[in-house]
């Protein structure tokens, strides 16, 4: 008689494993704002800037948190920038308040001393606006995006874009002697400017042919540019 002997293969046991890298896990470098096409702000290293490049900053608000355009707050708003500004290196010098997002054309010691001073702005104003609101939980819809503005032109087209933001955004014509109650100006900025690039320089930025107020405010003060 013969006897066949088979011989089993014992196979591993594989045990769940914990710990570890694991696919699409950690913070996401990017997340959509809510309710907006398109990603939200990098979590990468910002880059940093000297202290003589005024920097644009944009702040985007989660929607629930209410209009920003309203009296109550826009003085909440107001007051949390006058209290930001000149503390940790930073001082807010222009802003502009919209009806979900703010604009602030800042300057500040450096890529540190921004962060710093925009984590306490934060704060201040996440609070506020939950208290109006009577609601809890995050306030602003992503990173704030920061730009330095390293020329004259990148200046002055940028004073031009945050003074006419809310006629960017409106649906009715406005004159073009109509100035934003809820913007700073040149007239009235929110603290006196001390970059040269800001105080001066952006006046040796060319004047457009289409002229807006800021661009008429150049063309009647001709002699600003002697200014030091």
Partial sequence: MLILVIKAKQLPLVFPKRGGKRPGAGRPRTRPHPGLIGTG???????????????????????GVGHLRTQSRFGLIREALRAASGRFGMQIVHFSVQGNHLHLIVEAEGRDALSKSMKGLAVRVAVGLNRIAGRHGTVFADRYHARALATPREVANTLRYVFENYRKHSRETLPWSWR?????????????????????????????????????????????????
Avoid: N, Y
């Fill in 41 to 63: 702000v990098p979590h990468l290293k910002r880059t940093e800037f000297p202290a003589r490049h005024p920097v644009h900053v944009t702040q985007r608000m989660q929607p």
């Fill in 180 to 228: 934003d109650p809820f913007a700073s100006s040149l007239e009235s900025p929110l603290r006196e400017p001390s970059a040269w690039l800001l105080r001066v320089g952006w006046t040796r930025a060319p004047v457009p042919s289409r002229l807006s107020p800021i661009d008429a405010f150049l063309r009647a003060t001709p002699d600003r540019h002697l200014c030091s």
